[in-house]
Nanobody
């Protein structure tokens, strides 16, 4: 499986960010696959944002839950991140990642850094929030 992020590189404050992760080499509906979003602000560590699983069920970081929505388009084999009310503090490199292990999925939910177990990662896409 390979992942490729796409979306705008520049977003204005208060706007909603929409990023897409295109999956190749596998189907997003394949049993047990888990498709996540992680970001890394400049000079800071990685931050778990949330994920959608093969059935369409979603998990979100409690910190970002009120502003985050993750969905999928099975016809395009893509999953999408939307982050509303963007501020300059949301400037970061955004990654999509995946794994097919139910154990890793559980770890993503119950452990603050469980996402680091995700096996496959995209290259990341830079998003800057500026007026």
């Amino acid at each position: 499986v390979q992942l490729q992020e796409s979306g705008p590189g520049l977003v204005k404050p208060s706007q909603t960010l929409s990023l897409t992760c295109t999956v190749s080499g596998g189907s997003i509906t394949t049993n047990y696959y888990y498709w996540g979003w992680i970001r890394q602000p400049p000079g800071k560590g990685l931050e778990w944002m949330g994920a959608i699983d093969y059935s369409g069920s979603t998990d979100y970081s409690p910190v970002l839950k009120s502003r985050t929505s993750i969905s999928r388009d099975t016809s395009k084999n893509q999953f999408t991140l939307q982050l509303s009310s963007m501020t300059p503090e949301d400037t970061a490199v955004y990654y999509c990642a995946a794994d097919f292990s139910l154990t890793v999925q559980a770890m993503c939910v119950i452990h603050p850094q469980g996402y680091k177990l995700l096996e496959v990662w995209g290259q990341g896409t830079q998003v800057t929030v500026s007026s």
